[in-house]
Nanobody, 123 residues
């Protein structure tokens, strides 16, 4: 059974940093696309970043480019999201997602999801 478990969320002041962790189990995720999405209250889930194994590249949303860094440790089946220079508009529940084939921005195409971790950035 595939399971994704996020951790590392919390409350931080604007300008601060957090590192989210997504631990995957039940499958070998080496060739999977592993990504992060977020959802703020009253808004749709939006793309943040994805590591597309098939392309050997990592893609970021324009809103986080240069501030967030996605990395993955395939030996540990773990993906990280280092978030720097956080802004109040980054406040959301952050979700880890994985898929064996799809790697894009459409959240509906991902097969596996974590339960989410809350990130709150105070001004």
């Amino acid at each position: 059974q595939v399971q994704l478990v996020e951790s590392g969320g919390g409350l931080v002041q604007a300008g601060g940093s957090l590192r989210l962790t997504c631990a995957a189990s039940g499958q070998t995720f080496t060739t999977y696309a592993m990504g992060w999405f977020r959802q703020a209250p009253g808004k749709e889930r939006e793309f943040v970043a994805v590591s597309a194994w098939s392309r050997g590249k990592t893609y970021y949303a324009d809103s986080v480019e240069g501030r967030f860094t996605l990395s993955r440790d395939n030996a540990k089946n773990t993906v990280y999201l280092q978030m720097n220079t956080l802004k109040p508009e980054d406040t959301a529940v952050y979700f880890c997602a994985a898929d064996p084939g799809f790697w894009g921005w459409d959240s509906s195409r991902y097969n596996y999801w974590g339960q989410g971790t809350q990130v709150t950035v105070s001004s």
